[in-house]
């Protein structure tokens, strides 16, 4: 069974950095769709960032451009998203998830934009004061 598991989410003061991390258990395969997004009350779901395990580039949502990047560690099969230059507005619940179906960077930026990833970890409050 696969069960993401995510941690390192807190409180920061605008400006501020914090790093969240993301482990994947019950999945060993060396290439998939991982990323992650957030949700803030009364707004929809946001694409934050998404990499392809195999190997290609990060695509990112443009309101975290230049300030949050993506990055695995596939010995560890952790996912992490370090977090800098934060702003009051990018206080959410910050989920990881993995999508085991596309074999493609291509397929990951598609499943990313469309929000379409089928394993969701449990969530990381992060808040951002100002």
């Known amino acids: 069974q696969v069960r993401l598991v995510e941690s390192g989410g807190g409180s920061v003061q605008a400006g501020g950095s914090l790093r969240l991390s993301c482990e994947v258990f019950?999945?060993?395969?060396?290439?998939?769709?991982v990323g992650w997004f957030r949700q803030s009350p009364g707004k929809g779901r946001e694409g934050v960032a998404t990499i392809y395990t195999g190997g290609g580039s990060a695509f990112y949502g443009d309101s975290v451009k230049g300030r949050f990047t993506i990055s695995r560690d596939n010995a560890k099969n952790t996912l992490y998203l370090q977090m800098n230059s934060l702003k009051p507005e990018d206080t959410a619940m910050y989920y990881c998830?993995?999508?085991?179906?596309?074999?493609?960077?291509?397929?990951?930026?598609?499943?990313?934009?469309?929000?379409?990833?089928?394993?969701w970890g449990q969530g990381a409050q992060v808040t951002v004061s100002s």
């Open positions: 998830a993995a999508e085991l179906e596309g074999g493609s960077p291509a397929y990951c930026y598609i499943a990313f934009r469309e929000l379409n990833f089928g394993y």
């Open positions: 019950g999945y060993t395969a060396s290439s998939y769709c």
